[in-house]
């Protein structure tokens, strides 16, 4: 009696979303195909509908050097206040976001101890005459090393929860796609379109948003889970820029209606 040999392929991949089957003697090149799953969110008026299935999250710099009372800005005499309000929204949004599947990364500051992936141009921003508390050095009252790599400085902003499921991804500028695996994880997490969080608004979140509409992908600014300690015209710029030139804007109210329905 002729027997049905039972399928014996492995997976190989990374991601579940993005991984090949093989054995000895054959490789299957295709992916399973997650069912669509719309949903529609309101901008000035126009409905945009993207896919729940194809998308992930994106939270910015909610880290404590910008967000805790004890971290670098404040420090600095940065008033971080504006930079803690998006924590109340995210604390709603990223388990329904979680539950629905929609992956969640934290792309955050995480230097180098030696600070040998930091230019000088980049160093000067927040101490422009080098005598100053800046990328790296030891904050006065804790001693941790301002947004290094592993530090309570550049750890996730207290009052936020992580999931072990969460992408973390060390960025070293503004943009969190250069000198990082940010693109690449995205691709194998097969997604096209990504939500946008954080702080600041008009900086590292703008700048990451025009990276990610640069190399293709669809952007949603998520405008009360960003934030700013910028002038409020930077914030007002910033979203007008999105609307006009690299995608779209909603908020957590909006997408977790949206949730419910899908």
Not at 18 to 27: F, I, K, Q
Request: charged letters at 20%.
């Amino acid at each position: 009696m002729n027997r049905v040999k039972a399928d014996v392929r492995r997976p190989l991949g990374s991601s579940e979303r993005n991984r090949w089957l093989v054995d000895e003697a054959s490789v299957s090149l295709l992916r399973d195909a997650a069912p669509a799953r719309p949903l529609t969110v309101h901008d000035k008026g126009r409905a945009i509908t993207f896919d729940v299935a194809r998308t992930a999250m994106i939270v910015v710099d909610m880290q404590n050097d910008f967000c805790h009372p004890d971290g670098w800005l404040a420090h600095i005499g940065v008033d971080i206040m504006p930079a803690r309000a998006p924590i109340g929204p995210f604390k709603a949004l990223l388990p329904a976001l979680r539950a629905a599947g929609v992956p969640i990364l934290w792309v955050n500051w995480g230097n180098r101890p030696d600070r040998m992936n930091l230019s000088p141009a980049l160093l000067h921003v927040y101490n422009p005459t080098g005598a100053g508390v800046g990328i790296g050095d030891p904050l006065p009252k804790s001693g941790a090393p301002v947004l290094e790599a592993g530090s309570w400085a550049a750890a996730i902003a207290d009052g936020l929860e992580t999931d072990p499921a969460d992408i973390q991804v060390a960025k070293y500028r503004m943009s969190g796609f250069p000198d990082t695996p940010l693109d690449s994880i995205l691709r194998n997490l097969r997604v096209d379109t990504l939500l946008f969080g954080g702080v600041n608004m008009d900086q590292c979140v703008l700048c990451t948003l025009q990276d990610a509409n640069f190399l293709g992908y669809d952007c949603l600014l998520v405008e009360d889970c960003c934030a700013t300690t910028s002038p409020d015209f930077c914030r007002e710029a910033t979203l007008y820029n999105v609307r006009q030139c690299f995608g779209f804007v909603t908020d957590g109210p909006a997408l977790l209606e949206g949730l419910k329905a899908t």
